[in-house]
């Protein structure tokens, strides 16, 4: 399998910055897209961005475009979320995870989870 694991996140005030990063280990990092996912209190998880296998196409909730960027260097076996501008409304456990193949908007397209990390923005 492939284990993931977050880390980056903490507490921001509104309109400041954070870089979340997810380490990958197991089956070959390459083989899988990746995708950032978010959850609130209460509420269903969302997408928030996707990289394909090569780098080579980015996806973003329109909730995020323009303020988050994701990344990967596959040398390193990880994936990163950089967010910008952040809104209190961004508050919420983010998870990165792993698909072999799919519709990377939809969360059945990821085989693997990581266990999540905490951002929080204040106002």
């Known amino acids: 399998q492939v284990q993931l694991v977050e880390s980056g996140g903490g507490l921001v005030q509104a309109g400041g910055s954070l870089r979340l990063s997810c380490a990958a280990s197991?089956?070959?990092?390459?083989?899988?897209?990746m995708g950032w996912f978010r959850q609130a209190p209460g509420k269903e998880r969302e997408f928030a961005a996707a990289?394909?296998?090569?780098?080579?196409?980015?996806y973003y909730a329109d909730t995020v475009k323009g303020r988050f960027t994701i990344a990967r260097d596959n040398a390193k076996n990880t994936v990163y979320l950089q967010m910008n501008s952040l809104k209190p409304e961004d508050t919420a456990v983010y998870f990165c995870?792993?698909?072999?193949?799919?519709?990377?908007?939809?969360?059945?397209?990821?085989?693997?989870w990581g266990q999540g990390t905490q951002v929080t923005v204040s106002s």
């Open positions: 990289v394909t296998r090569s780098g080579g196409s980015t």
């Open positions: 995870a792993a698909a072999p193949g799919g519709i990377l908007l939809k969360p059945g397209a990821y085989r693997y």
């Open positions: 197991g089956r070959t990092f390459s083989n899988y897209a």
